[in-house]
């Protein structure tokens, strides 16, 4: 397997790890914050082996998925959640925003990110 993609596949999986341990401790603005982070380095992944060059310098999922030409392969619940988990990458950091975030995510909500972030990423890996 190419290096760059082998580099951004080993990531993801200790940013899920992460988002898990953010659960048990009840830090849910960092449970949304790192299953963005698991999609976002999936889809670099994707991207990289898809197109043989280096993913560009972005947060965003939906510029990596169009870019990358993957965007369209995705179902339309798979569009939603990445619609969902964007702004939680860019907004995490600062602090007007926390407030509104904290009360968008709570455990049950959290719960579900962390599915629907396995899934999705499983989806990529069986792609690859």
């Not at 341990?21 to 949304?32: C, E, I, P, T």
Request: aromatic share 14%; charged share 25%.
């Amino acid at each position: 397997m190419d290096e760059k993609v082998k580099y951004w596949l080993d990531l993801p999986d200790y940013d899920l790890e992460t988002a898990v341990a953010m659960l048990k401790s009840r830090r849910f603005l960092y449970v949304g914050f790192m299953c963005h982070q698991t999609i976002e380095k999936i889809f670099k992944a994707f991207y990289t082996s898809s197109l043989s060059e280096v993913a560009p310098y972005s947060h965003s999922l939906s510029y990596l998925a169009k870019k990358g030409g993957f965007y369209n392969l995705f179902s339309e619940d798979q569009k939603d959640f990445i619609d969902q988990i964007e702004p939680l990458n860019i907004e995490t950091p600062y602090p007007s925003h926390k407030e509104r975030l904290l009360k968008s995510l709570n455990e049950q909500k959290c719960i579900e990110l962390i599915n629907q972030t396995k899934a999705l990423q499983q989806w990529i890996k069986e792609r690859l």
